[in-house]
């Protein structure tokens, strides 16, 4: 099993920066990525890395204002979120998938572990 806790979140104004974080337990996976789910709609994919190779993929919405990274030494996660928009305000949570002989993933249904989530509410 991967334990994974993320934290970061916060309140921001329209235009402002935050840093979120995702502490995994173990580093016996593929890929990590994150999604984030708003009031009423479904969960969505954000972005991933993978977690040997560092390779990045980052959805359409967020590409040039989010970078996911990661420290090996740490066993950590991030995702840098700048000029944050109201539109990004949800739930953000990490995922992990275990295994795959892809460099990242993007569905929820291939991830095998999640976080707890934390709330990041831009306003305008």
């Known amino acids: 099993q991967v334990q994974l806790v993320e934290s970061g979140g916060g309140s921001v104004q329209a235009g402002g920066s935050l840093r979120l974080s995702c502490a995994a337990s173990?580093?016996?996976?593929?890929?990590c990525g994150w999604f984030r789910q708003a009031p009423g709609k479904s969960r969505e994919f954000v972005a991933a890395i993978n977690w040997r190779g560092g390779n990045t993929y980052h959805a359409d919405s967020v590409k040039g204002r989010f970078t996911i990274s990661r420290d090996i030494s740490k066993n950590m996660v991030y995702l840098q979120m700048n000029s944050l928009k109201p539109e990004d305000s949800a739930v953000y949570y990490c995922a992990v998938a275990v295994s795959g002989g892809r460099q990242y993933y993007t569905r929820l249904s291939d991830h095998d572990y999640w976080g707890q989530g934390t709330q990041v509410t831009v306003s305008s």
């Open positions: 173990r580093r016996t996976f593929n890929s």
